[in-house]
């Protein structure tokens, strides 16, 4: 038995190398032979619906410091207040105003027939006297809900709130119902279907795409339905994760992880497929020339793969939670997705024959239209004029980088939402008529034996309208305090900082600042320390997996270094579209990071796709020549894979937040110039111009091969 056999490790890694025909041809046998191939389609269909059947849902937390940055203030507030007496109620408030002028004394009367109202309508939650603001332009009244309520039953409560709020009201007089009950109840409508109108919109654009890609009538139905049940199957291991190791997830995280397993999926499913229709033109049995493709395409897809699944994991270094959960679920759907595409898409291609690809059904001894095609033909001029189409192509990526200069980060609470919400709205009136921060003062914890003192030192604090002693278990006690400034904003940012250092030099308080606004600032500043931290990681990942794959320095800097250029360009263009077109306020501090991840991890898919087939070619042909080959051959389908995924990703755009529509945007506009502008363009020309030395210190770097005839078609069938 070799080492091989006994250690798998060591053979995953030399396949990633490209080193190990063995484990290749007995994968490509497993999947692709003439009885297996059933026995892996009905093992498929078994634990699939295995796998849907006894997946579960997913454990989502009801703590209110799971979304919260790991070790903050805020973090510690929001565990500590749990022991207050408040900690069972989840305020929501009624605003009442008269747009475009101000209340009446009969506006002010009928105020308190309403508070009656919804105190009979809500016996189980105490309902505030009406506050009339001293110029009259708004009015507040507080109703304490219940904590516990899960978010279906939230909404239904809030929008029963609402009913009766706006109930029997003189004419021109507004109701709006804002706070925290109403903000987790509109992002719970937000949501509201959203995982069936994401996977519908998904898997239509998917299926468009493929369509188009193949002008197949059912072709493209095998490579969809794979992906698909993948996609659930998927769903499944994460509900488990969820429910075995910690993990929570929400919405946007099952979301984002949708998309990753349909627009990683279907890119390899795309190579696989391109390399199998290449090599039935060259072999007459289908088996064998679908396990002629898998060992042609396999590693580079299992590169790939593994270079998306290494880079989602360096996000359990984040200390954000939500971007520890994208990054934990992501890996486990991309090792889903490669499974399905690797192993369950070739037996089931092969199930069906050559007719399949009708009306384009490849036959053998066929020439290959891709060598002569027009990628093959953009590939010999780009070699031709190397220096000119990389200096064009660095001053593309510049232009469209320098909007990164003028990107403002953070996104306040009332900013998240793309189309307007009432509880945004009900914040922006009551900010009218009252200090900005009347309705969600920071809470500041302290002893309770220096509440009072703490009180005092908030009051100095610059920016602090008032600061008031509040309940207490008898040990610690809040004190709520009122900011001046807008939700949000950079004021409002400085003055919580301001007011953690009087707070904290109150001597034995132990104060904490917590509260929205303060989450909202250790939000940002964890989400800048997760950048500094897991954006070096990814690099890292990524050029071990290169280096591993190439066995060339040179060639692997470079293609990191093009993907980054992708990225810069990618958020300086995002950043243009979101001011002038979305006209959004800022960006969303949590997007940097995970365009990043995406854009390089998904990113250098392309690359590896090229330069992998490049490394074939040149080793026969020599590396111009073999450029131009790669280029010919894999021009259609990474145009094709990057154009999905691109789409794919941009589905994100269906559900009405902005920090999803942002994401997708960039990781959109960032595929897009990858796919059209760095991997047709720009890395050719830069390996032109290097020549062999692009493959330094791997032997083809050492000596460029004589230029051989490489076999006709019929000749390779025969052989």
């Known amino acids: ?83 207050l007496p408040s900690a069972s109620v989840d305020p929501a408030l009624i605003v009442y105003s008269r747009p475009g002028g101000t209340l009446t004394d009969a506006d002010v009367a009928a105020l308190g027939e309403r508070a009656d109202a919804v105190t009979a309508a809500f016996p189980d939650s ?25 978010t279906a039953e939230l909404g239904t409560t809030v929008e029963r709130l609402r009913a009766e709020a706006a109930t029997d009201l003189p004419d021109g007089l507004r109701a709006q119902v804002t706070g925290n009950a109403a903000f987790t109840a509109d992002l719970g409508a937000v949501f509201e279907g959203a995982d069936i109108t994401l996977l519908a919109a998904t898997a239509l654009v998917v299926a468009l795409l493929l369509l188009l890609t193949y002008r197949s009538p059912w072709l493209w139905l095998v490579p969809l339905t794979v992906i698909a049940v993948g996609d659930q199957v998927a769903a499944k291991v994460v509900a488990v994760l969820t429910r075995t190791t910690g993990l929570t997830v929400d919405d946007s995280t099952v979301g984002i992880t949708s998309v990753l397993v349909f627009g ?20 007459e049995d289908r088996h064998t020339a679908m396990q002629r493709a898998l060992r042609s395409a396999g590693p580079a897809v299992l590169a790939s793969s593994g270079t998306v699944f290494l880079a989602l994991l360096t996000l359990a270094a984040a200390v954000t939670p939500g971007s520890r959960s994208i990054g934990l679920a992501g890996a486990a759907g991309i090792a889903v997705a490669v499974v399905y595409a690797l192993v369950v898409l070739p037996a089931a291609l092969v199930l069906f024959g050559r007719g399949l690809f009708w009306p384009f059904t490849p036959r053998l001894g066929q020439p290959d239209p891709t060598r002569s095609g027009p990628w093959s033909r953009i590939g010999a001029a780009v070699v031709r004029y190397p220096r000119r189409v990389a200096v064009a192509s660095v001053i593309v990526l510049g232009v469209l980088a320098t909007g990164t200069t003028a990107i403002s980060a953070g996104l306040s609470l009332t900013e998240q939402f793309r189309e307007p919400v009432e509880s945004a709205e009900g914040l922006e009136t009551l900010a009218a008529g009252f200090a900005a921060g009347t309705a969600d003062p920071a809470a500041v914890i302290t002893s309770a034996a220096t509440a009072e003192q703490v009180a005092s030192a908030a009051r100095a604090v610059p920016g602090v309208d008032a600061a008031t002693v509040g309940e207490t278990d008898g040990d610690l006690t809040q004190v709520d305090v009122v900011l001046d400034a807008r939700p949000g904003s950079e004021q409002s940012f400085d003055t919580v900082r301001a007011l953690r250092e009087a707070v904290a030099a109150v001597p034995g308080s132990d104060a904490l600042v917590g509260g929205t606004e303060a989450t909202e600032l250790d939000a940002r500043d964890a989400a800048a320390r997760d950048r500094l931290v897991v954006i070096p990681l990814v690099l890292a990942v990524v050029l071990v997996v290169l280096l591993t794959l190439l066995r060339a320095v040179v060639a692997s800097v470079l293609l990191i270094l093009t993907v980054i250029a992708s990225y810069a360009a990618a958020m300086g263009a ?4 979101f001011r002038t077109l979305f006209d959004f306020p800022a960006l969303d501090a949590g997007v940097p990071l995970l365009a990043f991840l995406f854009l390089v991890a998904l990113g250098v898919d392309y690359n590896i796709f090229l330069v992998t087939r490049a490394r074939e070619e040149a080793a026969h042909a020599g590396t111009r020549a073999g450029m131009v080959t790669a280029v010919a051959v894999t021009g259609g389908v990474i145009t094709s894979a990057g154009v999905l995924l691109a789409a794919v990703f941009a589905v994100l755009g269906v559900l009405p937040l902005i920090t999803l529509t942002q994401l997708g945007v960039i990781v959109g506009l960032g595929v897009l110039l990858d796919t059209l502008l760095v991997r047709s363009v720009l ?37």
């Open 683 to 719: 890395v050719p020309a830069l390996v032109s111009m290097l020549d062999r030395r692009f493959w330094w210190p791997s032997a083809l770097s050492r000596s460029e091969p004589e230029p051989t005839r490489q076999p006709a078609p019929l000749e390779t069938a025969r052989s």
């Open 1 to 83: 038995m070799t080492v091989a056999a006994r250690h798998p490790i060591f053979s995953i890694v030399e396949l990633l190398g490209g080193r190990s025909s063995g484990v290749g041809d007995r994968l490509a046998g497993l999947v692709a032979g003439r009885r297996s191939k059933w026995v892996v389609v009905l093992l498929a269909l078994l634990v699939s619906a295995a796998a849907l059947a006894l997946g579960g849902s997913p454990r989502v937390s009801q703590e209110v410091t799971a979304a919260l940055p790991s070790g903050a203030d805020s973090t510690e507030v929001a565990a500590l207040q749990q022991r």
């Open 126 to 150: 105490p309902v505030s006297p009406p506050v009339v603001a001293d110029d009259r332009a708004a009015a507040l009244v507080s109703v304490s809900l219940p904590a516990d309520l899960p």
């Open 264 to 283: 990683a999926g279907t890119n390899y499913a795309l190579l696989l497929i391109a390399r199998y229709r290449e090599e039935l033109r060259r072999t």
């Open 574 to 577: 995002g950043w243009l579209l």
